[in-house]
């Protein structure tokens, strides 16, 4: 799999709040292994490693083998569709939080 063709839609891969978390985590400047990731959820090895396959899928975590250990990082370039498609609807509540605002200035006048 590349980058540039995910097999999993990213909004569909951020779905998930422990996929969130997880991306969070890995938004650290180093790699991390999957023993170190496992302990921060309430959960077992095999469902962390399948929320990272889901992330893995959409490009965003990237992995490395080393000797018997994997490794994961972050890999935010498919996060700029989803900030591109938010960034919309944030020009949308701030033309209308102006509307409501000149409005309410005309209402008090």
Do not use: C
Request: glycine share 4%; aromatic share 8%; net charge negative.
């Amino acid at each position: 799999m590349s980058d540039n063709n995910p097999l999993r839609d990213p909004f569909d891969a951020i779905a998930d709040p422990t996929r969130r978390k997880l991306i969070r985590i890995l938004a650290e400047p180093r790699e991390i292994p999957l023993h170190e990731l496992t302990v921060q959820f309430d959960m077992g090895r095999t469902a962390v490693s399948k929320h990272l396959t889901i992330l893995k899928e959409a490009g965003l975590v990237l992995d490395r083998k080393v000797g018997r250990e994997t490794r994961f990082r972050l890999n935010a370039a498919p996060l700029r569709e989803v900030h591109d498609w938010l960034s919309f609807y944030q020009k949308f509540w701030t033309m209308n939080m102006i509307s409501l605002g000149q409005l309410l200035e005309e209402d008090e006048e």
